[in-house]
């Protein structure tokens, strides 16, 4: 069964860095579209950030300049670095392939940012 398992998260202070990670259980995600996405008390789930298998990416506004996704198909894994972090990036962070695939939903990662 192919899984994603997300860890990294953690509760940090305002202006604080994390770094997520992302793992794939088998080799199929190198070619995918990868994404993170990131869901809040009482918000629907939104993209925070995409990368395409050679490495191109794009981000939400709300976070464009202080997050970087990454890869290493090597390890199927995909990174988000998360710097200058804010009170409102606080969330259950997931992983998963753009469009995302119900089945490849896993338990996510909670970010909690305050002082």
């Known amino acids: 069964q192919v899984q994603l398992v997300e860890s990294g998260g953690g509760l940090v202070q305002p202006g604080g860095s994390l770094r997520l990670s992302c793992t794939a259980s088998?080799?199929?995600?190198?070619?995918?579209?990868m994404g993170w996405y990131r869901q809040a008390p009482g918000k629907e789930r939104e993209s925070v950030a995409t990368i395409t298998s050679i490495g191109d990416t794009t981000y939400a506004d709300s976070v464009k300049g202080r997050f970087t996704i990454s890869r290493d198909n090597a390890k199927n894994t995909v990174y988000l670095q998360m710097n200058s972090l804010k009170p409102e990036d606080t969330a259950v962070y997931y992983c998963?392939?753009?469009?995302?695939?119900?089945?490849?939903w896993g338990q996510g990662t909670q970010v909690t940012v305050s002082s």
């Open positions: 998963n392939i753009v469009p995302p695939g119900v089945m490849y």
């Open positions: 088998g080799t199929i995600f190198r070619l995918k579209l």
